[in-house]
């Protein structure tokens, strides 16, 4: 069924820099969530009622039900390069293609890590709020002390796209890499003179350990009590991929009893709910999800994902299918 003038009908679960709409609008008819939220079940249910293209976000949860709605529905366009959120047995049970949006936000995300391994190793947030507060009297030899960045071990758990960024900007800083990934990327070893080790010999051995890994009933929990106890004392945690990697309850414990130095994280086990006692620590740095919040990367990430809603509505295979 289509909609007005036999256009097809698009839903978006909400509103995505004008770019990637303006592109849908010249070829369906398009609705967007008008709330500055996320949408219930409810509501995902009754804008893809009857829809041909769904574009979506990470904090939509797009169930069989939600695909259901729609007899008709021929995409499903995420708007980020994760896709946990989609049921993707369900959607190619149903012979509906998944996209997503890689490459583009690789650099965004990789400075962003790099932000909070700076903010969380050299207490930038800490010594903004302390000067911000008037408690600034004068220079002191041990005021605020925190970690080196430069010349210390990164550990890197997962070298995809972003992974490798990371990497690629430590090389500015002189630090020893380690890496650890289902698979050895060879050409990383070579050019930023990575190494490849077990996680347990990563966490053992890095001073910080960023994580890159996408979330899968594999990785979930992969950092937990035992991985934190692993860490040496002085050593940092970042998570900019998927909260659910991290045991959270776990990482308030370590950060509490003094486990591990600090962490900076930009995802949660339960977005956007922090676990109990995690906004009380000090050692941490925390972000509403930021990673690939650039005006630059939003608006491509909103071409990418309308270009892969208009391929797969023309009968194309869409150019960032999700691999199954
Ligand atoms: C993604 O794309 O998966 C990020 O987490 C959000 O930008």
């Known amino acids: 069924m289509t909609g007005k003038a036999g256009k097809m009908r698009v839903f978006v679960t909400r509103q995505i820099p004008q770019v990637g709409l303006d592109m849908l609008e010249e070829h369906f008819e398009v609705t967007v969530n008008p709330y500055d939220r996320v949408l219930t079940e409810e509501e995902l249910i009754e804008g893809v009622t009857d829809a041909h293209g769904l574009l979506c976000l990470l904090t939509d949860a797009i169930t069989s039900k939600v695909m259901d709605a729609s007899p008709y529905l021929k995409v499903i366009s995420n708007y980020a390069v994760g896709y946990n959120n989609i049921d993707v047995a369900a959607a190619t049970q149903r012979g509906i293609p998944v996209t997503n949006t890689p490459g583009v936000l690789t650099d965004a995300t990789a400075d962003l890590a790099w932000a909070l391994i700076m903010s969380v190793g050299r207490r930038i947030v800490e010594g903004d709020t302390y000067t911000r507060k008037g408690r600034f009297v004068g220079w002191g030899p041990m005021l605020l002390l925190g970690g ?36 050895r990327v060879h050409s990383v070893e070579e050019l930023y003179n990575a190494r490849y080790v077990s996680l347990d010999e990563l966490l053992e051995t890095s001073d910080f350990v960023t994580l890159h890994a996408p979330l899968t009933d594999g990785t979930k929990h992969m950092v937990g009590k035992r991985e934190l106890g692993m860490m ?70 909103a071409e990418m994902a309308a270009s892969n809603v208009i391929a797969a509505l023309r009968g194309e295979t869409p150019p960032n299918l999700v691999e199954v």
């Not at 990164?154 to 630090?175: E, K, N, S, Y």
């Not at 950060?255 to 006692?277: F, M, Q, S, W």
């Open 148 to 183: 080196a960045v430069a010349g210390k071990t990164l550990g890197i758990v997962g070298m995809g796209r972003i992974g490798q960024a990371v990497a690629r900007r430590a090389t500015g800083f002189d630090m020893p890499i380690l890496y650890h990934d289902v698979e």
């Open 232 to 301: 040496k004392k002085t050593a940092y945690l970042i998570n900019t991929a998927r909260g659910p990697l991290v045991d959270e309850q776990a990482l308030v414990e370590a950060l509490r009893e003094g486990v591990i130095a600090g962490a900076g994280l930009d995802v949660y086990e339960d977005e956007p709910k922090l676990a109990t006692g995690l906004a009380e620590l000090p050692n941490t740095v925390l972000l509403p999800h930021l990673g690939s919040a650039t005006l630059e990367t939003r608006s491509k990430m």
